[in-house]
């Protein structure tokens, strides 16, 4: 692929991208009112995203296989409309037991979203490339769930919170539609070739408890934050200003910052400096250091800029530990939403006690994993082996 096809193509995914991820968070900032409304307690709020996690970290793996022999285009069709269909199911019943359900189903969709989205951006550039391109990846998410947050919090100014939710399924499955200019990519899979999991080194098996104690930690913090702020007595509309300055403060970390550090430093050194601000940040934030208001606006910044680099910084790292981009994707993505539908239910009980306490639990967590970081050492290539079937 030319050098300039491949960069039309990288504008484009992030085009698709920018789309995607306004239209599936614009939701958040008045999930919180949409459970008041009906009935139930907002810190069910993330026991809710807890089984949409789980729903994708099941289909997660299927969707990375699937995006390998069958391609990106039309799992990412159906991957969008089908969550637009869950998502206007989740603004239309009351019963907890649906809206489980609804939350469950959204997420084996979103497995045929962002994942796959991660894949064709792998698949689509040179190792060279890569590492820029997710970077410009993840700057794009950040600043598009910050604008999803901004517009979702404008638009609970004149409507109910069920009629946001429809408002969202349209749009998704809008975008479905858009995103078929997007070329179907996908890869000649050897079936002769199968990648031995089994036989992975202890530094791998550190790496995925690295990777599900550290999403469990920010999933959690993002999740609950939303309602924290919205029990201090702030609006929805001021969570979606708030969020909006993260996300471009990210959007610099990500296309200035990060791309400075990775010419100075090693992925795996910086994933590992990442998760012990992760954790360092959320101790000044939460421990009572200095006033909330103060801390909104140095640690809590500090900790979302960092956050920042988690993602392309462990994209780029997965997607040479294999010859099989997609299927490693998917399992990584696996091990994260474990994480992500562990960390929300369990904390739910801890914000139930006390909030504060959920957030230094998080920062202990972040410790934790900030130690098995340490034990992954430098990049090593997992082969796949050859097996008959």
């Known amino acids: 692929m030319s050098q300039l096809l491949q960069r039309k193509q990288i504008v484009l995914a992030l085009f698709v991208y920018a789309l995607i991820t306004i239209s599936a968070n614009f939701q958040h900032p008045i999930t919180p009112a949409f459970l008041s409304n009906i009935g139930l307690e907002r810190s069910l709020y993330g026991f809710l995203f807890a089984f949409m996690a789980l729903g994708l970290s099941l289909a997660a793996p299927i969707s990375g296989r699937l995006t390998d022999s069958v391609g990106t ?10 969550y637009g269909m869950f998502q206007m199911i989740f603004g239309s019943v009351t019963n907890i037991v649906f809206l489980v359900l609804a939350r469950f189903g959204a997420g084996l969709s979103v497995a045929f979203v962002f994942p796959i989205m991660i ?10 490339e890569r590492s820029v391109a997710l970077a410009m990846l993840t700057a794009s998410q950040l600043l598009f769930v910050s604008v999803g947050y901004f517009i979702g919090g404008q638009l609970d100014r004149f409507f109910l919170p069920q009629t946001i939710f429809y408002l969202q399924g349209a749009a998704l499955v809008s975008v ?38 550290i999403s469990a930690v920010t999933m959690t913090v993002v999740r609950y934050f939303d309602v924290y702020f919205i029990d201090l007595g702030y609006s929805a509309a001021q969570l979606g200003q708030y969020v909006l300055i993260t996300g471009v403060l990210s959007v610099v970390t990500n296309l200035i910052i990060l791309p400075y550090l990775l010419k100075r430093a090693t992925d795996i050194r910086l994933l590992q400096f990442v998760v012990f601000m992760i954790s360092v940040t959320l101790f000044f934030t939460f421990g009572g250091l200095q006033p909330f208001i103060v801390a909104l606006f140095t640690t809590h910044l500090l900790f979302n800029m960092v956050r920042s680099m988690y993602d392309p910084l462990h994209n780029n790292y997965i997607s040479r530990l294999s010859d099989y981009q997609g299927q490693v994707i998917g399992m990584s993505e696996s091990a994260k939403m474990m994480g992500m539908f562990l960390g929300p239910i369990l904390g739910g009980y801890i914000y139930a006690v006390s909030p504060e306490a959920l957030f230094l639990t998080a920062a202990s967590i972040g410790a934790v994993a900030f130690v098995l970081s340490l034990r992954i050492g430098h990049q090593r290539t997992l082969r796949p082996s050859k097996q008959k079937l």
Request: proline letters at 3%.
């Open 73 to 82: 285009r039309w799992l990412l069709v159906a991957g969008l409309s089908s």
């Open 119 to 128: 894949s064709y951006v792998v698949k689509i550039t040179n190792k060279e």
């Open 176 to 213: 479905a539609m858009i995103s078929l200019v997007l070329p179907n990519v996908k890869v000649v899979v050897d079936r002769t070739l199968s990648l031995q999991f089994a036989k992975v080194p202890k530094h791998g098996l550190y790496m995925i408890a690295m990777f599900f104690l």
